[in-house]
């Protein structure tokens, strides 16, 4: 059983977590350990439901996010090839919460969670083995803040010559959405403004025909995304009966959602079963062959090979991951 001390850490962990909800940043989640409390529950939840905020944020036809929310905050390390950190931007202390003379001249790693910092190694490595043509390389990190807090981006990492030095440097690059909440007012009423002028029609274009959706339409869509989120378990009807169902015509669902959702409903809908799917593996022990079922996928190695086409990794080697995660949480408290 965890102490009184190990409890209250716990507890402010959760905390810190809702204050950050509170001010619209969702790019967080808690570091899991593996005791078996109402405390761990509640931690699972939390994750869990941050999560689904952050996807539905995202994906709402209303929310503008080169306005409300147009700042992405941009993580930029230059490391040297020992690992250590040479120079970052200022507003990585608005993500990892760290002092400028924490960050400064410390180890890259040591800000990593324990399987990060093995992804890290391997790519490093990788890096010291190749010329400077080699194309970039992406890879998902996971940070531990100064509030020890789990943020996961990906990250952009690669290789150049510091000129003045002489010395092969790395640069990582990230961005991360989060509120601004100086410019949120102002950019309300832009959002709100903007809307009023632009009332009556939003055109867009598909196969050469001009298409016109009214406010009306825009809901309809949204009804149609509300039902597929509700609904990933089940199979999609034809596109046709789905329009038709919410009381639109097929041609402004398909070309409306794309307009407002950024992809086709396809691969909206397969897109989502992936992210529900390695919400589930993260944070539930619920089987692989049950996630793939409650998330709509015909048979576990199809939903395991369209996870890793998607994420690059098996979702075995993510339920791994997490629970490597947990145990070094546990060992750390």
């Known amino acids: 059983m965890p102490d009184d001390a190990t409890n209250k850490e716990r507890i402010k962990q959760i905390h810190r977590m809702l204050m950050e909800f509170a001010s619209g940043n969702f790019a967080y989640k808690i570091e899991r350990s593996d005791l078996d409390d109402d405390i761990e529950a509640l931690t699972a939840l939390i994750n869990m439901t941050f999560e689904e905020i952050k996807a539905s944020f995202l994906h709402q036809g209303y929310v503008n996010l080169n306005e409300t929310y147009k700042h992405l905050v941009q993580m930029f390390f230059i490391l040297d090839m020992e690992d250590t950190i040479i120079t970052f931007n200022a507003r990585i202390k608005q993500m990892l919460l760290f002092d400028d003379h924490e960050l400064q001249d410390k180890t890259f790693s040591t800000f990593l969670t324990q399987d ?12 010291t083995q190749i010329n400077l043509n080699t194309q970039e390389e992406f890879i998902l990190l996971s940070f531990i803040t100064k509030q020890k807090l789990i943020l996961t981006t990906n990250c952009l990492v690669s290789k150049f010559i510091d ?104 691969r909206f809908l397969t897109n989502e079963r992936l992210r529900k799917a390695s919400v589930l593996i993260q944070h539930t022990d619920t089987s692989i062959k049950e996630v793939a079922h409650v998330t709509g996928f015909k048979s576990a190695p199809h939903f395991s090979k369209a996870f890793t086409e998607k994420y690059g990794y098996t979702p075995r080697d993510l339920r791994k991951r997490s629970k490597d995660d947990s145990v070094q949480s546990n060992d750390s408290s």
Request: proline share 2%; net charge positive.
């Open 116 to 127: 990060s910092k093995l992804a890290w190694y391997a790519l490093k490595y990788k890096l």
């Open 163 to 266: 000129k003045a030095n002489q010395s092969e440097r790395i640069v990582i690059t990230s961005i991360e959405i989060i509120k601004n909440s100086t410019e949120r007012e102002n950019e309300l009423r832009k959002t709100v403004r903007f809307g009023k002028e632009q009332s009556k029609t939003n055109h867009i274009s598909g196969k050469g025909k001009q298409l016109s959706l009214s406010i009306s339409d825009i809901k309809k869509i949204r009804n149609v995304y509300d039902h597929i989120i509700s609904n990933l378990e089940k199979p999609l009807s034809p596109l046709i009966e789905l329009a038709h169902t919410f009381g639109t015509n097929e041609f402004k669902l398909k070309y409306g959602f794309k307009q407002l959702y950024g992809q086709t409903v396809f």
